[in-house]
């Protein structure tokens, strides 16, 4: 056993060695375990199994390697400033930089290559290799490097980029030599793999369509396989005309709407249920898809106040405050015009001219006027408004760090308060993950072979900010929890939903509201990278079909900068961040509308 400790521990000083003398930084403070971090001076690199198979040693060197040569050859500052907007474009761009490093360092030095393969090569084990599950951005990195490097790629990673080659590598010669040129001027090689990242997103938005427009095609031809009467065939027909020209409206109706503005409150909302043209209604699950975790004992659903002191929760919240003044102004506004709008919603009203109830004295001058005139009498209405919750999930994901996490406290701060102000319970909740790269269940997961398909392998991390129980006066300073530093990890938006929703389906209202503020798919390396790439994703849409049909729960989305209008019946995307106050509030808007609406026809 201690020759094993040995063998680890000389190990670990054998990489440490080789990571300061790479990145030329001495002084860099090296660490293994679970939690992944990289900042300017802590490296936090994977924790190696008792057993250390060459396997294994080769991905923690890959994974070293790759760091080293950031440090040396890489700009971080230089590189935020030029990285572009759209999410698909960033990753592109993110790659083709990770491309650049690394192949200076496969020329530099001898044997680094095979260490950053492997690497790459424990990302696509086991999986079956095709579009669905090979991220665009891998396949490109893989062929950049291989033209800037001019060495071939290992068997395995190949194939992996031979999935996208045929697609990608016609744009990529066009600009190549460019890259080669100035592949030691990080400045110069980046605003041309800035253009070449733009060019390559439209590549995954066509063959994104194409897939669609399969969908479409086998939809049309299961129907026409179907055996139906001439009659029943005509009516059909003329049941697809109407829906064609509804579905030309909405789509008309969606380009003209503007999710900033609260629309006039008599008006119809473009946005509304029955107007987002862009959703696909989850297919059959021929597979019996079956979702696992490999293990739960490391989970967790955590109070805010408990993942932070007392002191820091407040200097945090005060750091909230001080950002409230740019964005307090626009939400404040919008908020005010929902509370009108919700406050219009009397608690109690008076329905008259009805033929029993309370005599309407007021209506007794026309009987003494006419005597033949009939009583009116009037009965008083109570209503339901009250008894309503309102939960906000939003994303706890690294990706959120910076304004688009601020922007989301910030919005759930003013909105709690508004809702509050209006007798309306609200709950706001997070989801992320406690580690980076599995964490414990990884390791333990290591201990024990390395089975296949283990299903969901992280910890994740549940928590609640605010419980609908709790009043806003006594949970404001939790929000502020969001902003701290490392708090922001990986998500997994289906359990966390189910999570959410099992928690709205204990309580005792009877509108039941759920609102998830995301801005991505869900993502978690260490799942990803032992299942099935569509994983997460297959979940994510059967925990949504199994909410939307649950009657007593109400469930839309925000996506931020990513597309869920196709995951959800309700959903909207937003592009800019600060778009966030005014889209929530519009659309909470929209139910209570609704839920007027519906009341009066009722009455």
Excluded at 6 to 33: H, Q
Excluded at 133 to 151: G, H, M, R, S, Y
Excluded at 343 to 363: H, I, K
Excluded at 434 to 463: F, Q, T, V, Y
């Amino acid at each position: 056993m201690s020759n094993k400790k040995n063998n680890i521990d000389d190990f670990k000083k054998a990489i440490s060695s080789t990571l300061k003398a790479i990145s030329k930084k001495k002084d860099i403070n090296i660490n293994f375990g679970s939690e992944k971090e990289i900042d300017q001076d802590t490296v936090t690199l994977p924790l190696p199994s008792i057993k250390l198979e060459d396997k294994e040693k080769k991905e923690i060197r890959g994974i070293a390697d790759s760091i080293a040569l950031k440090y040396k050859y890489h700009n971080k500052n230089l590189h935020n400033e030029l990285k572009p907007k759209s999410k698909v474009a960033n990753k592109i761009f993110d790659s083709i930089e990770d491309a650049r490093y690394e192949a200076i360092g496969i020329d530099e030095y001898s044997g680094i290559k095979t260490n950053l393969e492997a690497n790459m090569e424990v990302k696509y084990k086991n999986i079956q290799i095709n579009k669905n599950d090979v991220a665009i951005e891998d396949a490109t990195k893989l062929i950049i490097q291989e033209k800037l490097t001019n060495k071939k790629l290992s068997k395995d990673l190949s194939s992996v980029a031979n999935i996208w080659r045929k697609e990608l590598e016609v744009i990529i010669d066009e600009n190549i030599e460019k890259l080669k040129l100035n592949v030691l001027k990080q400045k110069d090689f980046s605003n041309i793999s800035l253009k070449l990242a733009e060019q390559l997103q439209s590549v995954q938005t066509e063959v994104d369509n194409e897939e669609n427009d399969q969908d479409d095609n086998d939809d049309n031809i299961d129907n026409e396989d179907e055996d139906q009467s001439e009659e029943q065939k005509d009516e059909d027909n003329n049941l697809n005309d109407e829906d064609s020209d509804s579905e030309e409206n909405l789509s008309t109706e969606q380009e003209d709407t503007d999710t900033d503005i609260i629309e006039d409150e008599n008006s119809e909302s473009e946005n509304s249920k029955d107007a987002n043209p862009f959703y696909v209604p989850p297919k059959e699950d021929k597979d019996n898809f079956i979702y696992s975790a490999y293990t739960k004992k490391f989970d967790e659903t955590v109070y805010a106040q408990d993942l932070c002191d007392q002191d820091e929760l407040i200097r945090l919240r005060s750091n909230l405050d001080k950002q409230i003044d740019n964005m307090d102004n626009i939400i404040s506004q919008l908020a005010n015009r929902l509370q009108r709008k919700l406050m219009a919603q009397q608690n109690r009203w008076w329905e008259f001219n009805l033929e029993e109830g309370v005599l309407d004295a007021s209506r007794l001058t026309r009987v003494i006027i006419n005597p033949l005139q009939s009583l009116s009498y009037k009965e008083e209405i109570q209503s339901e408004f009250k008894d309503t919750i309102v939960t906000l999930l939003i994303d706890n994901s690294g990706s959120m760090r910076g304004r688009p996490i601020t922007v989301a406290a910030l919005s759930a701060d003013i909105l709690t308060r508004t809702l509050e102000r209006c007798g309306v319970k609200v709950e706001i909740l997070g989801f992320t993950t406690r580690s980076w790269k599995g964490g414990n269940a990884r390791d333990e997961w290591i201990k024990n072979g390395r089975p296949s398909n283990p299903g969901r392998l992280n910890e994740i991390r549940h928590i609640v900010y605010k419980s609908a129980s709790n009043p806003w006066r006594r949970s404001k300073t939790n929000l502020g929890l969001m902003l701290r530093e490392g708090i922001l990890k990986e998500n997994i938006d289906g359990e966390a939903i189910a999570w959410a929703s099992d928690r709205l389906n204990k309580r005792i209202e009877k509108r039941k509201i759920l609102m998830v503020i995301s801005d991505g798919a869900p993502v978690d390396d260490s799942t990803l990278s032992t299942n099935s790439g569509s994983y997460l994703d297959k979940h994510l849409r059967q925990v949504i079909k199994k909410t939307e049909a649950n009657s007593n729960i109400e469930l839309l989305a925000i996506g931020i900068g990513h597309d869920v209008t196709r995951y959800y019946k309700q959903a909207l995307t937003i592009i800019e961040v600060d778009q966030l106050g005014s889209a929530i509030t519009n659309q909470l808007a929209i139910l209570f509308d609704k839920n007027k609406k519906i009341k009066k026809l009722k009455n």
